[in-house]
């Protein structure tokens, strides 16, 4: 095929509208016009697809694009269609996969034949069907190209068992120049490609993966979602990207941030095709800021200004990490890449590996470690990820990644390392990384005494450093290579080769002094209290005594028990978060929106002063908001209310007995919500008994307590009723 270089240019004008070539397009395009086979390795948003659409443009017959992405296919051929202005352009491009009905595929099949077809994409498993084979027999192939080529490694982080047959597909149907793409590949990933696509003698076209705008830094994750919350209200108004791991953890996340009036969408596999697709506009129309996602989201969209990609767990693998955080600042403008790291994470991850085959779990092992030592390194982190996909980074300071920023401050520690092993021979290999470092650092716990381990002769040896410490130190041997942990064995350390070597002939080494990472879990499920915790103390004292004064000045003019305005625990979060606004009232605990509006001014006012004259401090001006428990429950509760709804038909709805939903109730007005339970009362109560308990609580009691009332009432009184009528006052008076 001989195409002038004046042709070529043309035709990139004609067809995609372009004036030049991007990186080495034209020197790809070039090589396989010329009949050869390509291997192209370019990031994310690099321009691959051109190096396949342009030639199949240019060449008689057509491209078969083998590509896993079916959900994206439609769109690809799509755009192809309409870059492509000519009069043929709706038969120019097809695709074939299982989305499609029968007559689609006849016509498919008949435009390929008529040989109007220059570009067919094709997922593998449609592509190994024995009829589809037989008819591409048929027709002229220009030549095959494979995106997302690593799929076929198993050291991809994307590994699919169907792509390991196309080479065998390929030689069925027939000879022809293969053009293989990936932006993820490691010398590992690219030979193993290689191998499997009998194509070793490729040339190979890798252009620099560094991506001099993104910015990497990595976190310690105990304090996550207030962390991201303040990340991106100090970042109003930016496109961002948040992956999890799981679909509950996307779920509570988006529902975290859309609670403190950030804009989030959750995006995962388990979501309907019609949610999830909104929710996929939404933030491409820029309708949310934010998406929090699993990694199901992100492959083929191209929005160019995300400006920020935060992992909110840590990433299974450098490749999946360095494809996702790509997704930042396409446009080469300022793209942050933050991810959030803890131990109890990557134990997690090692856990889903047990019980898999063994090469499986080799494979994930290493992958992970990979992980762990880049996220605890401090060397340059764009040094280490180019490292990782083969690249030399002369530089030793990039100026645009924590470690270069904020340099760790790093120690010989031949003799540390040097005590952990003699420990791990002397027990012969057969502890875990905690049990280790709790002997160094002379720790006496119930499990040390029960291996009498408080009288080994290493107990206590390093016991001017906490566990912590050792425990970074075996971690930082593991990621030596030092040391080795056998996940199948619950994670038991062993030594290695090379580690032997260092035993016998000890060498300098240089660990990372200030480790800051926590060993204990996040603020994970267990504990979803992110602020302090009311009346947990640690107030202010003086502010606490001043908000009681104003509660009770104003309990006085209004005639009200001062607890009806806000009970204490409200005002100790007060004293602890100091809100100077109405909304940030409405954050304290048992403070909601009714309330606030209706008392709030007095305190807020109070301490702006106060805050202002004493020159203080508020918590980072961020306060996380927590998602209601059970808010679903309220709503249906509040919605049956409103419609007169027994609460015995309320309890059965919802499997609650009438004390937990009294709670419930209780939980909905004490946060300032104004309900009206009359039809349910008259019914309930005695009319008499109504207003006795009323006029208890309005005039004599002290505090809104049940225990408390129910003593000062006497043995008259039910103790359901007299909650119900202190619902009513509450509601009334209160809210
Ligand atoms: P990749 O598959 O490598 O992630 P794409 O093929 O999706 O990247 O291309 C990324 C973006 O670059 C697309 O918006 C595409 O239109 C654009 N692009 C590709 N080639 C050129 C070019 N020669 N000039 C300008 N833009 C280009
Ligand atoms: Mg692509």
């Known amino acids: 095929m001989t195409i002038t270089k004046d042709e070529l240019y043309s035709k990139l004008k004609k067809f995609f509208g372009f004036d030049s070539f991007k990186g080495n397009q034209e020197e790809i395009i070039t090589h396989l016009l010329e009949g050869n086979d390509a291997f192209v390795l370019m990031p994310t948003g690099g321009g691959k697809s051109l190096c396949y659409q342009l030639p199949a443009l240019c060449l008689p017959g057509c491209a078969i694009v083998i590509s896993p992405l079916i959900a994206l296919m439609k769109n690809q051929v799509d755009a192809l269609r309409e870059f492509v202005h000519t009069e043929d352009s709706a038969h120019i491009a097809h695709f074939l996969n299982s989305s499609l009905n029968k007559t689609q595929i006849q016509q498919v099949r008949a435009d390929l034949l008529e040989g109007r077809t220059k570009l067919l994409y094709v997922a593998p498993e449609s592509l190994t069907k024995e009829e589809n084979i037989a008819m591409l027999k048929s027709i002229k192939i220009s030549f095959y190209a494979i995106d997302e080529a690593h799929c076929i490694s198993e050291w991809g982080h994307d590994f699919r068992p169907e792509y390991r047959r196309i080479n065998e597909t390929v030689n069925k149907i027939g000879k022809a ?94 979501l309907d095709a019609a949610t999830r697709a909104a929710n996929q506009d939404d933030f491409l129309m820029e309708r949310a800021d934010v998406i929090v996602a699993t990694i199901a989201f992100g492959m083929g969209i191209d929005k160019p200004d995300v400006r920020f990609v935060i992992h909110y767990d840590v990433p299974k693998s450098l490749e999946g990490y360095y494809q996702e955080t790509g997704r930042a600042g396409r446009d080469g403008g300022e793209g942050k890449c933050i991810t959030f790291y803890n131990h109890k994470d990557i134990q997690k991850l090692e856990k889903f590996m047990q019980g898999k085959p063994l090469s499986e779990q080799e494979i994930g092992k290493q992958l992970l470690l990979d992980v762990v030592s880049y996220a605890e390194s401090n060397q340059c982190r764009r040094k280490i990820l180019l490292n990782y996909f083969g690249e030399d ?83 930082q041997g593991l990621v030596l290579h030092l040391l080795d942990k056998d996940i199948d064995k619950y994670g038991l350390i062993n030594i290695t080769d090379k580690g032997m070597e260092f035993h016998s002939h000890p060498y300098p080494i240089m660990l990372t002094k200030q480790r800051t990472f926590t060993e204990c879990d996040d603020d994970d499920d267990d504990s ?114 409103d419609r007169k709804m027994p609460f015995e038909d309320i309890c059965k709805a919802k499997d ?37 308990i009323y006029t208890y609580f309005k005039e004599e009691a002290h505090s809104d307590s049940i225990d408390e009332a129910m003593r000062d009432l006497g043995n008259d009184f039910d103790e359901i009723e007299v909650r119900l009528v202190r619902i009513k006052f509450i509601s009334e008076i209160g809210n």
């Open 177 to 270: 120049p293969i053009i293989a793409l990936t932006a993820t590949a490691t010398p590992k990933v690219q030979s193993d490609i290689q191998k499997n696509l009998g194509m070793t003698g490729a040339k190979v076209f890798k252009s620099s993966f560094n991506r001099p705008n993104l910015y990497y830094e990595i976190r310690d994750k105990s304090d996550a979602k207030r962390e991201i919350i303040k990340f991106i209200k100090e970042n109003k108004g930016k496109s961002g990207i948040i992956y999890c791991l799981s679909r509950k953890k996307v779920e509570e996340l988006a529902e975290l941030l859309n609670v403190n009036g950030i804009k989030a969408r959750p995006y995962h596999a388990g």
């Open 393 to 475: 980074y002369p530089e030793d300071n990039c100026g645009c990644c924590d470690n270069c920023l904020y340099p760790k401050e790093q120690f010989d520690g031949q003799q540390q390392m040097m005590y952990v092993m003699d420990l791990i021979l002397s027990l012969q290999e057969n502890f875990k990384t905690e049990h280790l470092a709790d002997i160094l650092a002379g720790v006496s716990n119930s499990v040390i005494k029960s291996y009498n381990h408080h009288k080994h002769p290493l107990f206590g040896i390093g016991k001017d450093s906490d566990p912590r410490f050792w425990a970074a130190v075996i971690r």
């Open 528 to 641: 979803p209290m992110v602020r302090p915790k009311p009346g947990a103390g640690g107030g202010d004292p003086i502010l606490l005594a001043i908000l009681k004064q104003v509660r009770l000045d104003l309990a006085r003019k209004l005639n009200l028990p001062p607890w009806v305005i806000f009970a204490d625990p409200s005002l100790e979060d007060m004293s602890i978060l100091y809100p100077v606004t109405l909304e940030e009232l409405h954050h304290c605990s048992g403070v909601g929106e009714g309330k606030a509006r209706k008392f709030g001014k007095e305190f807020i006012k109070v301490i702006e002063r106060y805050v202002e004259e004493n020159d203080i401090l508020r918590p980072d001006d961020i306060m996380v908001r927590n998602v209601a428990n059970k808010s679903t429950n309220k709503i249906f509760i509040i919605q049956s209310i």
């Open 656 to 692: 609650m007995d009438m004390s937990e939903l009294l709670d419930e109730i209780e939980s909905i007005v004490s946060s300032g919500t104004r309900i009206n339970i009359d039809y349910y009362i008259h019914r309930a109560v005695d009319p008499d008994d109504m207003d006795e």
